[in-house]
């Protein structure tokens, strides 16, 4: 009989544990929210700068209304975007509501994060947000939502990191500096 409440009770600890355990993965993940059905954009307003993606008529896209959780080392994906008037970044900041230079380091609203990869590091200031609830439209030129762990970089981001922007995407991880 006590090897029995024994068993039973070791079989429960194993079943809250396993629970806790899976809860703590699913409360840290984030999974796509819903979905966003592309648009063909008008003629000539895709801009395909730093090889940025057009929206496709009829193709559905997938949206985050979460972030991963931030970290020492929150993982991601560097891309290049231009800030500046007139380039792939659409709309002004979402920050500010102003264009900035490609010439400085940067890519969380007024605050700066420190980008690591490649051995190197730097420090950036953020001026805007990918949207992963929107796209598809003017303001955001008519690309698709980012996924929920971009961090878009200026050319003087990547030029810190000693990569070339031609490269596309890196992974990386980063921090609040």
């Known amino acids: ?69 931030v970290s020492s080392r929150t993982s991601a994906t560097l891309t290049v975007n231009c800030f500046e008037e007139n380039c792939d970044g659409g709309a002004p900041s979402e920050c500010d509501g102003e264009y900035h230079s490609d010439s400085k380091p940067i890519s969380r609203c007024h605050r700066k994060i420190t980008i690591h990869a490649n051995g190197r590091s730097v420090v950036a200031m953020v001026v805007d947000e990918c949207d992963s609830t929107m796209g598809c439209d003017a303001d955001h030129a008519y690309q698709p939502p980012c996924p929920n762990n971009i961090v878009d970089g200026s050319e003087a981001v990547w030029r810190a990191l000693g990569v070339s922007s031609d490269v596309g995407e890196l992974p990386v991880f980063w921090e609040d500096a």
């Open 1 to 69: 009989m006590t090897r029995q409440v024994c068993s039973s009770v070791s079989a429960l600890i194993f079943f809250l544990f396993f629970i806790t355990i899976f809860s703590t993965t699913e409360a840290q993940s984030c999974k796509p929210s819903g979905k966003l059905r592309g648009k063909k954009p008008p003629p000539g307003r895709c801009i395909r700068d730093n090889d940025s993606e057009c929206c496709e008529e009829g193709k559905l896209y997938d949206t985050y209304k979460c972030s991963p959780p």
